[in-house]
C-alpha cells in the first residue's frame, strides 16, 4: 500500500515562492505523480505531473512558467515548486500516484487514473 504525505503549504505573499514535497511510502519510483488543487467551492483541478521516467512533464496553462515539478526517487519524493504565485492559486494541493505502467513514459493529467491521493497541504497566496 502506497501512502503520500504532502508538505510545505503555508502563507505567502503574491509574488511569493513555495515548495511544496510529496513524500511516498512503498515502491513509487516508477509510478508516475502528479499535483492537483481543489479552491473552496470548486472542482479539484490538474496542476502538474510527472511521468515514472521522469522524462516527461505535463503543466495546466495556469501554472506553465511558474511551477516546476521534479522527483527525486532516491528519497521517494516528488515536488513542486511554486514561483510568482497569485491569489487565484489559494487551494488545497494534492499530491497523487498513477501505478499503471502504460504511463510510465508519459504521465497523466487524468485524476481518474491515479490510484493513490495523499491529505493535501493548504497554500494560501494574500495579495
Known amino acids: 500500500q502506497v501512502q503520500l504525505v504532502e508538505s510545505g503549504g503555508g502563507l505567502v505573499q503574491a509574488g511569493g515562492s513555495l515548495r511544496l514535497s510529496c513524500l511516498a511510502s512503498g515502491r513509487t519510483f516508477s509510478y508516475s505523480m502528479g499535483w492537483f488543487r481543489q479552491a473552496p467551492g470548486k472542482e479539484r483541478e490538474f496542476v502538474a505531473s510527472?511521468?515514472?521516467?521522469?522524462?516527461?512533464?505535463l503543466y495546466s496553462d495556469s501554472v506553465k512558467g511558474r511551477f516546476t515539478i521534479s522527483r527525486d526517487n532516491a528519497k521517494n519524493t516528488v515536488y513542486l515548486q511554486m514561483n510568482s504565485l497569485k491569489p487565484e492559486d489559494t487551494a488545497i494541493y494534492y499530491c497523487?500516484?498513477?501505478?499503471?505502467?502504460?504511463?510510465?513514459?508519459?504521465?497523466?493529467?487524468?485524476?481518474?487514473?491515479?490510484?493513490?491521493w495523499g491529505q493535501g497541504t493548504q497554500v494560501t497566496v494574500s495579495s
Open positions: 497523487a500516484a498513477d501505478r499503471d505502467r502504460l504511463r510510465y513514459l508519459s504521465g497523466t493529467s487524468n485524476p481518474n487514473q491515479y490510484d493513490y
Open positions: 510527472i511521468s515514472g521516467s521522469g522524462g516527461n512533464t
